[in-house]
């Protein structure tokens, strides 16, 4: 794969170089760039993984810089959750503001800070300077109203709107202030190779003059960008597709203050089932949301990385170092990549079934906190088969996609649910029937001792005399309700070898009272 900063053909805009371009065997260098306005969104993630990717392969820098310059929405709750959200994936920066033990924020790392948009406005005053000492930018004393105007009467001559180039030349005005600053576009053809969608070209003729700043002190996006990255040492810039048409105007700054082109690398962007855009303003588009349903980071790494991109074998589920020695980022898809949260429900499901169950345990356990539900006892409840509360997560595995749906299935073995005591008869049978049958259960199973509650079939055998006499339904309905309190629940076997001797038969006995009650 060819490394070297990409050039464009465009004509050379006679400036001596402010920095000297990068030379060919320097090390890879890439940035995540998100900005703390809202939480960190899936797709913010899925670049940042493929970003991450080619760093560790290229053995290069990731970088993580803050683009707070929207100061009015810029919040450090966001911040934080931007901090928060990169650490739990395990994409861990090598340049950037750091994060503490505690989880705080912590001071800067590297050489080219600051890392945050905010704390550099010193460094793009200046360089808006140059460009207005040397003629490739002007102030504009056009309003809104005048843009407006300009607009209209554009489309009414059959003419893409952009704009006029009203005040290029225009002697300042005594009495009005600059509403803005704009830099020149030259009449050219700005070209490059974008290393997932090949050779693009575009007529910078029909931009227009851009605004690049409001005033000294308070750059646009696309020219605090293209400083830092300069600044900063960037050799790639892997983005979303939404900044494609982005390009061309960085690169026109870029070689207007003498400044190295990066290597390009668009990916498609994140679509929904029916092929909408992936809004950023849904919460549910939050990685947040996806790691306080109980999702596994490994999972959201491994549903992430299949997002536009897949391995030579096909493989499917893969960790970190996997994907580290089979990115190959030529095998970007061009066009959109579908969100499909079945498949992402199927990865999550098979990364918790591939995990020690202690480890896994560990996990839900902050769910079942967050349902209520106690589990300090369940823990030292050993009998030899481990703890209750990891026979409970392990008995909920093959039915649940996320540690919180383990945890909220696993509640009746914890919090016994409040049910109609008619719910134990068997189809049309009546209670005495329900009770007689349960009283046979609960001889059979006094019989047996603890260790037998641990193997399932210790208890069918033990369960036998009584469903050849009564019939299997007539007897593990009963049995399963008594123990589970719901109509749908795993087969009482499994319940009894989680719950164990002591309160199998506790539920039993309080079913058959139940029974008693309905006279």
């Known amino acids: 794969m060819e490394l070297s900063a990409v050039k464009t053909v465009a004509p050379s805009l006679a400036t001596e170089p402010a920095l000297a371009p990068a030379e060919e065997d320097e090390k890879v260098r890439v940035r995540i760039a998100p900005s703390p306005t809202g939480p960190l969104h899936i797709g913010t993630a899925r670049t940042a993984l493929f970003n991450w990717l080619f760093a560790r392969q290229q053995g290069g820098k990731f970088i993580l810089r803050i683009e707070d310059t929207d100061k009015e929405r810029s919040e450090k709750q966001y911040e934080q959750m931007i901090f928060d959200g990169l650490s739990w994936l395990g994409f ?69 709107p952009r704009y006029s180039g009203h005040c290029r030349n225009l002697t300042p005005p005594p009495d009005r202030k600059p ?94 089932p029916d092929r909408s855009k992936m809004s950023k303003r849904f919460s549910d588009v939050a990685l947040a949301n996806y790691r306080e349903r109980g999702y ?29 020695a089979n990115f190959d980022i030529a095998r970007v898809q061009k066009t959109g990549a579908i969100f499909n949260e079945e498949k992402l429900d199927w990865l999550n499901r098979e990364h918790m079934k591939a995990m020690p169950i202690g480890e896994l345990a560990a996990l839900v356990k902050p769910f079942f906190a967050k349902a209520g539900i106690e589990t300090a006892a369940a823990e030292v409840l050993d009998d030899g088969n481990g703890s209750m509360f990891e026979r409970a997560v392990a008995l909920q595995l093959a039915r649940a996609k996320t540690l919180a ?63 050849d006499a009564r019939g299997r339904g007539a007897v593990l309905w009963p049995l399963r309700v008594s123990l589970s309190g719901q109509s749908a629940s795993p087969d009482p076997m499994e319940i009894m070898q989680v719950l164990g001797k002591t309160e199998s038969l506790r539920r039993i006995a309080s079913a058959i009272a139940a029974l008693g009650s309905m006279g």
């Open 92 to 160: 861990d920066w090598d340049e950037g503001p750091t994060l503490n033990t505690d989880g705080t924020i912590g001071p800067d790392k590297g050489a080219f800070g600051p890392y945050r948009q905010s704390e550099r406005t010193a460094i793009y005053r200046k360089y808006i300077q140059e460009l207005l000492e040397k003629g490739e930018a002007y102030y504009c004393y056009c309003t809104k109203e005048d843009i407006e105007a300009q607009r209209q009467a554009m489309l009414e001559a059959g003419l893409p």
């Open 179 to 272: 509403e803005v600053i704009r830099f020149k576009i030259p009449e050219i053809k700005v070209e490059f190779t974008d290393m997932i969608h090949g050779k693009a070209s575009f007529d910078a003729a029909l931009l227009g003059d851009q605004v690049i700043a409001k005033d000294l002190d308070t750059p646009l996006y696309n020219f605090a960008v293209v400083v830092d990255d300069a600044l900063m040492r960037i050799t790639h810039v892997i983005r979303g597709d939404d900044h494609f048409s982005n390009t061309p105007k960085q690169i026109l700054v870029q070689r207007a203050l003498g400044f190295p082109t990066p290597q390009y690398a668009h990916l498609p962007l994140i679509l929904n």
């Open 296 to 324: 596994l980071p490994d999972a959201i790494v491994n549903f992430l990385g299949l997002l536009g991109w897949h391995p030579k074998d096909d493989h499917e589920i893969f960790d970190r170092a996997f994907a580290v």
């Open 405 to 467: 749906e383990i945890a909220e299935s696993a509640r009746f073995l914890f919090v016994m649910p409040s049910y109609e005591p008619k719910l134990l008869c068997w189809k049309d049978s009546a209670p005495n029937d329900a009770q007689d049958a349960l009283r046979d259960a609960q001889q059979a199973l006094t019989e047996l001792d603890q260790a037998g509650f641990s193997s399932r079939e210790a208890l069918m055998n033990a369960l036998a005399p009584a469903t």
